[in-house]
Structures are given as C-alpha cells and as structure tokens.
C-alpha cells in the first residue's frame, strides 16, 4: 500500500452494523477485495461523476 498521496485527507465517518455488512458483502464479490475504505472512495467517486462533480 505505502504512503497516501500528499494530496488527500483523512475523513472519519461512523456507520452502523448494517451499512457495515453491505459494504463488506458487497467486497467480497469484488475480484481484489478491495478495503472498507477502498470501496468507500470507489463508490463515492462514482457517484460525484455520474454528478459531474469530479472526473473518475
């Protein structure tokens, strides 16, 4: 993994149990599984270009 980029950030969020469990089943059906945190970033980059907010 190595060091983050320098151009981010942290961002601590707090979920339940149940948004727990779905971002984790919905990890192991991914080839890489990927981190919590990976398909935390993945889906919101997603979700912000389908947006247009940032490019992905």
Known sequence: ???????????????????LKAIDDYRREQEDLPSRPEVVRQVMEEWL???????G
């Open 1 to 19: 993994m190595g060091r983050p980029p320098r151009d981010t950030a942290p961002v601590t969020i707090r979920m339940d149990q149940s948004m």
């Open 49 to 55: 270009a389908t947006r247009g907010r940032v490019g």
